[in-house]
C-alpha cells in the first residue's frame, strides 16, 4: 500500500486528488495539508511514501517544505505539482530534492502512474522533458566564459569511465532503451549502471542524477 500526503491550499483540488487516490485498492491518503508548515509536520507523523506537493502556498511554499523534508533524510519521496509545465518553480523544485513534476491538468491516470513511480524510486519526467526543463532555466545562468574551470566534483570522480558516459547522456535525455542501443549494451547492464551511478553520487533518481550532470558540467544547456 502506497501512503500518500496531499499538500495543497485549495480544498476542492486537495478534494479531488482524494477521491482519486482513495478509488485505488494500493493507495490510502494518510493526511491532508494546506500549507508547506503543515506538510512537513503530517510527514514527520505519518512517513508518507509520497508527498503530492503544491508549489504557491500560503506561509511556507512547497519549494522550501520540499528542501526541509528532504534534509531531515526521511524516505519519502516528494512529487511537485504546477500549474505550467515549465513554471520556474518546478525546477526549484527538483533542484531542492523532489523527485519528479507534473501539471494539475494531467489526466487521472498520469498522476496515478506517477505516484506509483515515485514510490518505487523512478523517476516521474520523461527524460526529455526534464532536459527541456534544465535547459530552459540554467540556460538563464549567467555565463562566466574567462573563469577558470571549477575543480572536479568528488561524486564525479568517483565513476568509472563508463558510468561518467553514462551519466553524461542521461543528462542529455537518453532513456535506459537508447543508451541500450546507442551504447551497444544490454538494457539490464545499463540499469545496473544507473543503480551504481546512483549509489556512488547519492542521487536520490534519474531526475537529481540529471541535475548533477548539469551541475557538474558535464552536460551545458543546449
Known amino acids: ?29 494518510v493526511g ?16 508518507p511514501d509520497v508527498v503530492l506537493m ?24 516528494i512529487l511537485i505539482v504546477t500549474t505550467f509545465d515549465l513554471d520556474e518553480y518546478a525546477y526549484d523544485g527538483l533542484r531542492a530534492g523532489a523527485s519528479g513534476f507534473l501539471v494539475k491538468d494531467a489526466q487521472p491516470e498520469e498522476l496515478l502512474a506517477g505516484i506509483r513511480a515515485v514510490a518505487a524510486g523512478d523517476a516521474v519526467v520523461a527524460p526529455s522533458l526534464t532536459r527541456r526543463l534544465l535547459d530552459a532555466y540554467i540556460h538563464h545562468l549567467p555565463p562566466s566564459p574567462t573563469a577558470p574551470p571549477p575543480p572536479e ?51 536520490r533518481d534519474r531526475v537529481q542524477a540529471v541535475i548533477l550532470a548539469y551541475d557538474t558540467h558535464l552536460v551545458t544547456p543546449a
Open 1 to 29: 500500500m502506497t501512503t500518500v500526503l496531499i499538500a495543497d491550499d485549495q480544498p476542492m483540488q486537495r478534494f479531488g486528488f482524494r477521491l482519486l487516490l482513495e478509488s485505488q485498492d494500493d493507495m490510502t491518503v
Open 153 to 203: 566534483d568528488p561524486r564525479v570522480t568517483s565513476l568509472t569511465d563508463r558510468e561518467r558516459e553514462i551519466l553524461t547522456v542521461i543528462g542529455k535525455g537518453w532513456s535506459n532503451t537508447e543508451i541500450a542501443e546507442r551504447l551497444h549494451l544490454a538494457e539490464s547492464t545499463v540499469k545496473t549502471h544507473v543503480g551504481r551511478i546512483l549509489a556512488k553520487t547519492g542521487a
Open 54 to 77: 503544491d508549489i504557491r502556498m500560503p506561509g511556507l511554499d512547497g519549494i522550501e517544505a520540499t528542501r526541509r523534508v528532504i534534509a531531515t533524510g526521511a524516505r519519502t519521496r
Open 32 to 47: 491532508e495539508a494546506s500549507n508547506g508548515t503543515e506538510a512537513i509536520r503530517l510527514v514527520d507523523r505519518h512517513h
